[in-house]
């Protein structure tokens, strides 16, 4: 059975490329189209856009994620393929102009698992192990992961319409579980490495965040929280306590502890 490790571009599944080698390593790139988001590094724009095969305008994560994904396929000395699916605002405007939230959280599993499941499906198309990087002080993760997912497979209706099928596709890897690895333990070693992670993992915005990370990140990530802030209306918004605008007024808790990550339970956002 060949295996897949699902790199998030954090210090844990960094962790998990390094320690626990897999036949592929992917890693899935959520992007956005507001040019104000454009990285000024235009070789870091050029490298990406050459990595997906396709123009690369932004991302809702953090640039410096971006960087050090390249900076840990010199690590592990074994080549990351970045997959990539529809943008940030493609997705929206799928779903009928309403953004992602705690009860509809369609971002995740259409624009991280389906770009993997996409490749998985061109490229391998047999049932794979799958390591994934949830630590043995969260291991109550791993009792969530799917291992069916339903994609395209081929065209019916003489190809007119598209032909959809749920398949099990993988079965979950945690070596990080088995072998009681924490939080101290992955900063320990990341301590040892020339990588560099954000102050804050995973998509900027990510409504599974509390409110004063995302305060925060109106002070770290300000063009990327604006373009958040941009695609809610009164109606449809990303929280139910608020508005991102409002969010971006709260004031700032300064013993809060930042940094903690989104908490995304779909098995491929995680620090």
Known sequence: MKSINSLSGGKTSSYLAYHYPADYNLFSLIRIEDKRCTPK?????????????????????????????????????????????????????????????????????????????DWWFKHIGEKVKMGIGFRFDEMERAERLSTSFKGIIGKQGGGVRNKWEEIEWREGYFPLIENRVTHYDVKKWVDTTQLIFPEDSNCVGCFHKPLQQLRKNWDLETEKMQWFADQETKSKRFKKEGTYEQFKKIGLQQDFFFGTGSGCQAGYCTD
């Open 41 to 117: 590094d235009l070789k870091l724009v050029q490298f990406i856009s050459d990595k997906i095969g396709q123009e690369f305008i932004a991302t809702a994560e953090s640039d410096i994620t971006l960087k050090a994904v390249i900076d840990l396929e010199q690590l592990i000395g074994k080549e990351i393929i970045w997959v990539t699916g529809k943008t940030f605002e493609q997705t929206i405007s799928k779903a009928g102009g309403s953004p992602p939230n705690m009860i509809w959280r369609f971002c995740t599993t259409e624009m991280k698992m389906r770009p993997i499941w």
